[in-house]
C-alpha cells in the first residue's frame, strides 16, 4: 500500500466514520480516537476492504463494533453512569436521551446493540439492516424486540 | 411516554438513509434506482444529502486526525513531546506524529529499521514510502527500530547538492538505546529545494561527532552525484535511508 493510498482513503472515508462515530459515543475526543483505530484496522485488514463491494457498508460494521466495545469499557461506562445520575433527577429518560441511549448500548448484547444503532441511530428500516449484517429480516425484528424490552428494563432501572 | 414514543421520528419508508446518502456521496452508489428522483422531489432527503456533504470537510477532518494521533502517541508512549527540540530547516516547528507500523517498503540495513513519518500542509499524516513526493512546507519526523545500543545521527543529502544535520544539528551523535519503533525528537520542516533527497540514519557503536557523518555524506554525494546514487556512507555503520522527491 502506498501512502498516496491511505491518503485517499482519510479523505474519502474519514469524515464519515468520524460523524458516525461521533453520532455513537457523543464524545469528540472518543470519536476521533475511534476513528483512529478504525483505520488502524482498516490498514491491517486492507484486502478485505478492497475487495468488499462497498467498502463504506464495512466500515459502518466495524465502526460501530468498534464503538459499541467502547462503550462497553468499564471506565467509560462508570463515566457515563455518573453524568447520567445528575440528569435523571429531573428528565424522564428515553432513548433520544444520548446518556440514557450510551448507557443501555453499553449495556446490551453486542448484536442487539448492532441492531439499535442501525434502527435508531441510522434511522435504516429492517430490510436494510439485514442487508447490512448479513441476516434475515426476521432476525433483525427479533432483535429489535429484544432490545425495545431490554431498553426499557434498565431506563426503568435507572428511575426506580 | 411510551418507548417508541420517547424515539425521534423515523424517516419515511420511500427516503434515503445515511448509508445510502453517504454510499452516494463516496461515489458507490449512483443516482439511478430512483434515487434521483426521490431527491429531487423530496426536501429532507437532498437537505440531509447536503449537509452530509457539508458535514465532510477536508482540513477539518484531517486537523482532527492530527490530534487525534499525537493524543494517541501520548497515551500509548508516554510524554513524547517532552523535551522535543524541534530542528528548523525552513521555519515552523512540527506537531507530535505517529503511525501504528512501518510501512511496506522501509529500508533496513545492519539491524537498523528506519521509517519517515510525514505531516503534509494538509494536515495529512502518514508514513513516507520511498519515492514518495513532498513539498516545501510538509514536515518530516523519524522512527527506528535497532537490535543494537549505539549512536545516531540523521542526515538528508538533497539535490543543491548539500548535506544537512538532521537529528542532532550539531555536536556529537545521540546515544541511541536498541529497541523497537522509536520516535527520534527533531521533526524537520522540508524547504523548497526541488529534487531527490535521501535521508539517512546511521548507527554507529562508536561516537561519532555530526560533522563527520556529514562529511562522509559530502563525500558519498560527491562520488554519486545523485542523492538517488548514494548508498554506503563509508563509516562502518548501521545505514539505512529512505529517498523521496520534494517538488514545489
Redesign the interface.
Given at each position: 500500500m502506498v501512502s498516496g493510498e491511505i491518503e485517499d482513503m482519510y479523505r474519502t472515508y474519514g469524515p464519515l466514520v468520524l460523524r458516525r462515530a461521533r453520532a455513537i459515543l457523543r464524545d469528540e475526543a472518543s470519536a476521533r480516537d475511534a476513528m483512529q483505530e478504525v483505520f488502524i484496522r482498516v490498514i491491517h485488514s486492507l484486502d478485505d476492504f478492497k475487495r468488499e463491494a462497498s467498502p463504506m457498508t464495512w466500515l459502518y460494521r466495524i465502526t460501530t463494533n468498534h464503538c459499541l466495545n467502547q462503550l462497553r469499557n468499564q471506565t467509560r461506562r462508570a463515566e457515563l453512569l455518573e453524568l447520567g445520575h445528575g440528569r435523571e433527577r429531573n428528565q424522564t429518560p428515553g432513548l433520544d436521551d444520548r446518556l440514557a441511549m450510551a448507557r443501555v448500548l453499553a449495556e446490551v448484547a453486542e448484536e442487539l446493540g448492532q441492531v439499535a444503532v442501525y434502527y435508531y441511530l441510522d434511522d435504516l428500516n429492517q430490510d436494510e439492516i439485514a442487508e447490512l449484517l448479513g441476516t434475515s429480516r426476521r432476525t433483525v425484528g427479533n432483535r429489535l424486540e429484544e432490545f425495545r424490552t431490554a431498553a426499557q428494563s434498565l431506563l426503568a432501572e435507572r428511575v426506580a | 411516554?411510551s418507548?417508541?414514543e420517547?424515539?425521534?421520528q423515523?424517516?419515511g419508508?420511500a427516503c434515503l438513509?445515511?448509508?445510502v446518502l453517504?454510499?452516494m456521496?463516496?461515489g458507490?452508489l449512483d443516482e439511478s434506482g430512483g434515487r434521483a428522483e426521490h431527491l429531487a422531489g423530496c426536501a429532507k432527503c437532498s437537505a440531509r444529502l447536503a449537509e452530509?456533504r457539508l458535514?465532510?470537510?477536508?482540513q477539518?477532518?484531517?486537523a482532527?486526525?492530527a490530534?487525534?494521533?499525537t493524543?494517541?502517541a501520548r497515551r500509548r508512549r508516554g510524554p513524547l513531546t517532552a523535551g522535543i527540540s524541534t530542528l528548523l530547516v525552513a521555519a515552523a516547528a512540527v506537531a507530535v506524529i505517529w503511525w501504528?507500523?512501518p510501512?511496506?517498503g522501509t529500508r533496513s540495513k545492519g539491524g537498523l529499521t528506519f521509517e519517515v513519518v510525514?505531516r503534509?500542509q494538509n494536515g495529512?499524516v502518514?508514513?513516507?514510502?520511498p519515492g514518495?513526493t513532498l513539498a516545501a512546507g510538509d514536515a518530516i519526523r523519524f522512527r527506528l527500530s535497532s537490535d543494537v545500543d549505539g549512536w545516531l545521527t540523521v542526515i538528508g543529502v538533497d539535490s543543491r547538492p548539500s548535506v544537512t544535520a538532521y537529528a542532532p544539528a550539531s555536536g556529537s551523535a545521540r546515544r541511541w538505546k536498541a529497541g523497537r519503533d522509536q520516535l527520534v525528537d527533531e521533526g524537520i520542516e522540508l524547504d523548497d529545494t526541488r529534487g531527490q533527497e535521501r535521508v539517512i540514519a546511521v548507527l554507529c557503536a562508536r561516537e561519532l561527532t555530526v560533522a563527520e557523518v556529514v562529511h562522509a555524506g559530502e563525500r558519498a554525494l560527491a562520488r554519486a552525484g545523485d542523492p538517488a546514487a548514494v548508498g554506503d556512507l563509508g563509516l562502518g555503520c548501521h545505514q539505512a535511508s529512505i529517498l523521496f522527491r520534494k517538488a514545489p
Open positions: - | 411516554m418507548f417508541e420517547s424515539l425521534p423515523r424517516r419508508e438513509s445515511d448509508l453517504d454510499r456521496i463516496v458507490e452530509l458535514a465532510t470537510p477536508d477539518l477532518f484531517i482532527g486526525l490530534a487525534a494521533a493524543k494517541t501504528p507500523r510501512p511496506e510525514a503534509r495529512v502518514a508514513p513516507l514510502l514518495a
